[in-house]
């Protein structure tokens, strides 16, 4: 049987390498760093657990739940403290509740009568049906108004994408926000009758899926993959060159050259536009396509996706150095109140055994499309940067007990207006060199359980091809 190259070991690539495997494909993984993982690594010091990247998995998907239990994870699986379940949205420089229901909406302080009007009259502005692709920022301003925009999609961007409203395209980062007016004419009457529907089908909403994490954090379900794929995980190997034979790809790596069936590329965008693929008469296969390498050419588009940098700054402090409470998932904050963090996520209230008994840990991130620059200083200014913020929203006093800080200059890639050429060309590359697969979070969606899904299909998709 053929084999199947996987390139890259982050979620995506492990996951479709751990499903290819699971059905008699064999598989090799090619990752170019010293670790699995990507931006998932959970860090265990002094009684604290820092997540250095996401913090949580939402369970979106019967897909995901059923990853965890082909893992044998479930015993090592831990839902979030039910106690954790508010979420905060600063306004006025304090963190305020935001509403889970229709009457807490109408209650809150977090919105004008003005905001809340809009909402209320929201079922009865027409759908734009005219095809032309809408920003965030003017789908929410078109449908709502500019507060909701400013004081809660803003927020709300920053803590998904590290965004900005009026950059990215609504339906490429929020398909379903697209496919609720474009079904029911609605975002109101979409919530409502949407739900039914993703109850047949097993689904749940993003707002309302079970977020999970493990004992040791996330970090434990790419472990748990990589041990299970043994040696056909090849770490600090990266791949400096594809090229089509007549029976599959040659993958090529500073140790060698190796044949294989298929390839699946589940990197980032901009390694994908400097990697060197040769097909057709380029790679010496007769009777070749041309097609194929003007596809593989274009994706050199690929740098053109921007990805800002974002620093995660995990702090802990001594319960009594913290006034706010910190009961709950953690707080969003809109550009407009002027701090300089993008949120914080209420670590320790979330999980157990994140920090000693009697601390609080506290995870917030710097940078973004907001402030791209402030997530490139050096540790100590990071640190001061976000206790400056915390003083002020949570009233926290003194010197934390733990830090930990990581740097991703290139974090979150942004689809922004016009992110549908970058689809289209990878479908061409596709379409035009068989073999060749492009599944992550470039393609299918930022969030880990895209980049999961996203594995996971495209794994069932290439076994077909093998069976």
């Known amino acids: 049987m053929k084999s199947v190259a996987v390139i890259g070991a982050g979620v995506t690539g492990l996951t479709a390498a751990f499903y290819l495997k699971r059905s008699g494909v064999p598989v090799t993984v090619f990752e170019a760093g010293p670790r699995p993982g990507g931006v998932i690594r959970s860090v265990r010091q002094n009684g604290f657990l820092a997540e250095c990247g996401p913090n949580t998995i939402l369970e979106t998907s019967p897909q995901i739940t059923q990853l965890i239990r082909d893992a044998g994870l479930e015993n090592r699986k831990l839902a979030t403290d039910p106690r954790a379940a508010a979420r905060f949205l600063v306004r006025d420089k304090q963190p305020v509740a935001m509403p889970d229901s229709p009457p807490g909406f109408l209650t809150t302080r977090l919105f004008s009568v003005q905001a809340k009007l809009a909402v209320l009259r929201e079922p009865f502005v ?10 965030v920022a003017e789908f929410v301003t078109r449908r709502l108004n500019r507060e909701i925009l400013e004081r809660a999609v803003d927020a709300l961007v920053a803590g998904v994408y590290a965004g900005d409203p009026h950059q990215l395209s609504l339906p490429h980062a929020f398909p379903r926000l697209k496919a609720l007016e474009d ?30 994490s493990f004992d040791e954090g996330l970090q434990v379900l790419p472990d748990t993959l990589a041990a299970q794929l043994g040696d056909s995980l090849k770490l600090n190997a990266p791949v400096t060159r594809l090229e089509q034979t007549g029976g599959g790809w040659r993958v090529a790596t500073p140790d060698g050259d190796m044949d294989f069936g298929a390839v699946i590329y ?202």
Do not use: W
């Open 266 to 467: 589940c990197g980032t965008a901009y390694r994908l536009a400097e990697l060197n693929i040769r097909t057709g008469a380029r790679a010496g296969v007769s009777g070749s396509d041309d097609r194929a390498q003007e596809a593989v050419a274009a994706l050199a588009a690929f740098s053109e996706i921007y990805y800002p940098p974002v620093a995660s700054v995990v702090l802990g402090f001594r319960r009594e150095d913290v006034a706010h409470p910190c009961r709950g998932f953690g707080m969003l904050i809109p550009k407009i109140e002027g701090f300089k963090i993008l949120g914080t996520i209420f670590s320790s209230a979330l999980f157990p055994n994140r920090a000693p008994e009697g601390c609080v840990l506290l995870t917030s991130y710097v940078g973004g499309a907001r402030y791209p620059e402030l997530a490139l200083q050096p540790p100590e200014k990071l640190i001061e940067t976000t206790l400056a913020d915390l003083r002020i929203l949570l009233g926290v006093n003194g010197v934390p007990v733990f830090a930990h800080t990581a740097v991703y200059p290139q974090a979150i890639p942004q689809y922004n207006v016009g992110y549908g050429k970058f689809k289209a060309l990878l479908d061409a590359a596709e379409n035009h060199c068989a073999g060749l697969f492009f599944a992550g979070h470039y393609r299918d969606g930022v969030s880990l359980g895209d980049s999961i899904l996203s594995g996971r299909n495209l794994a069932e998709r290439v076994a077909k091809m093998f069976s």
């Open 183 to 212: 079904r029911y004419g609605s975002l109101v009457k979409g919530a409502i009758l949407g739900a039914r529907e993703r109850k047949r089908r097993g689904e749940v909403a993003r707002d309302r899926a079970p977020k999970f």
């Open 126 to 135: 027409p759908p734009r049906r005219d095809g032309v692709e809408e920003s």
